[in-house]
């Protein structure tokens, strides 16, 4: 069992920058790809960003590619989303998600999640 607690979002402008934080309790933080998405108001859970359990592979959907980074600390069990460039469309509630494979785009393919958080990106 993985129970996974987000930190971070919130309210800001366009061109701002935020990031999301996910701790997640248990000693088997480090045996779980870890992946973020978002859904915004009206729409579908969105695939963003995926990291693999070492953390030396990543994959990002194409709308967030070279402004988005996603990272993990094993030592800390936490993985992070770092958000620059914001634009309105970045609008959404974020989560973060655990599952067994880092080529996981798919919310059927993770087993945990977070409680998610609002990030709000005004023009």
Known sequence: ???LVQSGGGLVQAGDSLRLSCAASGRTFRTYA?????QAPGKEREFVAVISQSGTTTYYEDFVKGRFAVSRDNAK???YLQMNSLNPEDTAVYYCAAGYSY???KTSQYVYWG???QVTVSS
């Open 115 to 117: 409680q998610g958080t």
């Open 77 to 79: 069990n936490r993985v």
């Open 103 to 105: 080529t996981a785009t």
């Open 1 to 3: 069992q993985v129970q």
């Open 34 to 38: 870890m992946g973020w998405f978002r």
